[in-house]
């Protein structure tokens, strides 16, 4: 009996106000030589991974870029969801899909020797793939050297009035707040969220870039971000102003005499409605090869999740740091109380 065949209909979908150009489902969702990807991450970025990919497999990728809505749209497509793979970045951002339970464990011993241990789910639901570590960017000036190397210095009394965040809802902020409920427990967390709502500038607003171009102006001293942020300031031919914001900081990595930085993932999984499994593992095998490790090396200013691919110069400019050994699966089930803590401090308001 032939099988129903899906009724996609071809559309350019319309996200956040720009127009973004997609790939258009035209078949049935299952083919040998096929892969359906939902990515939140850039055209711009994928479209060489997934060129390289499909030149060294034979293996097509049709991707839908979904900046906002991804699990609201498994969710609603259930089991007849055409979503082989998600790419999306933070591990707050993949714990919601495997809470929502659209994910599925897979084993692959090539993701397993690629990824450490600590960037992957143990039962194989989500694998990182690239690393960012959230730091602190302080004015070169205004903040003297020593004055702030850790995030428990940003909730000190002598940063009152001196820090800028973005909101306590989002989710790096969140993710870093887990981090260290896992390390230091509850109290100690809540105390530090407490701390730094305390020393906040301005009322939390922004993203991370935009916490920089505050220093920069002279809002406050030192602000949170994630390191390829820096990146593309540092380099961003478009709007050159960004350029003047970057360097007015120095790059700060918290905590290297204790227990390291907060790092983070952008990762992969495969859905639990995949009809193309293999090849969704195939393309998250080549994610994390040297090749493509190297391509988000470069274009997007990340950290390679795999050892011994080499960085953007300007990313290895920054020196080298030490990340916290917190597993990113102990962590993304603290971020439920971390959203609490955020709450209860009112961090927002
Ligand atoms: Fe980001």
């Known amino acids: 009996m032939k099988s129903v065949k899906l009724s996609l209909k071809m559309t350019t979908q319309v996200l956040s ?12 969702a299952s083919s040998a030589d096929e892969v359906n990807l939902y990515s939140a991450r850039q055209p711009f970025l994928m479209a060489p991974l997934i060129k390289e990919f499909t030149a060294k497999s034979g293996i097509k990728v049709n991707m839908v870029y979904l ?5 609201e749209r498994l969710k609603a497509e259930g089991a007849n969801s055409p979503a082989d793979l998600i790419l999306t970045t933070d591990v707050g951002n993949l714990n919601n ?9 897979t084993k692959s011993s090539i993701l397993e020797a690629n990824i450490p241990d600590q960037y992957r789910h143990p039962e194989g639901k989500w694998y990182g793939l690239t ?21 428990e210095d940003l909730a000190a009394p002598h940063m009152k009035g001196r820090v800028c965040t973005r909101s306590g809802k989002n989710v790096y902020n ?15 967390a809540e105390a530090w969220a407490k701390g730094l709502k305390a020393n906040l500038a301005r009322k939390p607003q922004g993203n991370d870039r935009a916490q920089v171009k505050a220093v920069f102006n002279g809002e406050c001293d030192v602000s949170l971000g994630n390191t390829y942020y820096m990146g593309l300031m540092e380099t961003n031919t478009k709007k050159p102003e960004q350029k003047d914001w970057a360097a007015s900081v120095n790059v700060i990595f918290p905590n290297q005499k204790d227990r390291g930085t907060h790092t983070n993932i952008s990762g992969a999984a495969v859905t639990k409605s995949a009809k193309n499994k293999a090849n969704a593992i195939k393309f998250i095998e080549f994610l994390t090869s040297n090749k493509a490790q190297k391509i988000y090396a470069e274009d997007n200013f990340e950290y390679p999740v795999k050892a011994g691919v080499a960085l953007h110069p300007v990313v290895s ?3 080298t740091f030490k990340a916290d050994d917190l597993h990113l699966s102990n962590v993304a089930k603290q971020r439920t109380l971390a ?7 009112r961090y927002d308001n």
């Open 174 to 188: 969140v993710s870093l707040l887990a981090s260290i409920i896992e390390a230091k427990g509850e109290a100690a």
């Open 97 to 105: 899909h495997l809470n929502a339970d659209v994910l599925q464990a």
């Open 67 to 71: 900046k906002k809505g991804m699990l």
């Open 131 to 151: 690393t960012r570590a959230r730091i602190i960017f302080a004015h070169k000036t205004r903040v003297k050297i020593g004055e702030v190397t850790s995030y």
């Open 339 to 345: 959203t609490k803590i955020m709450d209860r401090v």
């Open 17 to 28: 106000g720009a127009v973004m150009a997609v790939t258009l489902w035209t078949g049935a």
């Open 317 to 319: 400019d920054w020196g």
